[in-house]
């Protein structure tokens, strides 16, 4: 799998940590930045891996920042982005599942290397079951199309 990962500054630490994990697992990286400690914005780099994931040039999107948040609303303002914010694993494996997300987000200042792994496998592993949640996905992306 095509996996583009991004972050800010506050993420720039956890990253290396995150691709070699995918890189084990087997996935492929692209890695969209930041590349320095020097202070970035979260939504420049939730925007390159959202528009990546939406154009179908990756399968799916790791981001990374303080708590994950603002990323993920970033990320969440490209169409056909379902950006989730976990910082346990539970709530990425169902976020699959029944909402059929296609980028994580997770805190370098809300979990350590560990639990971010442990976040992504869970997340990675997990598969959409359709049925009536297809329905509401559905229903998420025509309220998306109402905006336009």
């Known amino acids: 799998m095509k996996i583009a990962i991004g972050n800010d500054h506050v993420g720039i630490e956890l990253k290396p940590v995150i691709i070699e994990y995918l890189q084990e ?3 492929e990286v692209k890695d969209f930045g930041a590349y320095s400690n020097k202070r970035t914005d979260y939504p420049e ?5 959202a528009e990546d994931v939406a154009a179908g040039n990756s399968d799916l999107g790791i981001l990374i920042c303080g708590s994950g ?3 993920s609303i970033a990320a969440n303002k490209v169409k056909g982005i379902r950006a989730v914010v976990c910082s346990e694993p539970y709530s990425a494996k169902l ?3 029944h909402n059929n997300t296609n980028i994580l987000a997770f805190g370098s200042r809300v979990v350590g290397a560990e639990l971010a792994k442990m976040i992504v496998q869970n997340w990675l592993e997990a598969e ?3 049925g009536r949640h297809a329905k509401r996905v559905e229903m998420i ?3 998306e199309a ?3």
């Open 95 to 97: 976020s699959r599942e």
């Open 69 to 71: 948040v603002g990323i």
């Open 25 to 27: 697992l087997g996935h």
């Open 146 to 148: 109402e905006e336009e």
């Open 141 to 143: 992306a025509d309220i």
């Open 45 to 49: 780099y939730g925007k390159k891996v």
């Open 128 to 130: 959409f079951e359709g």
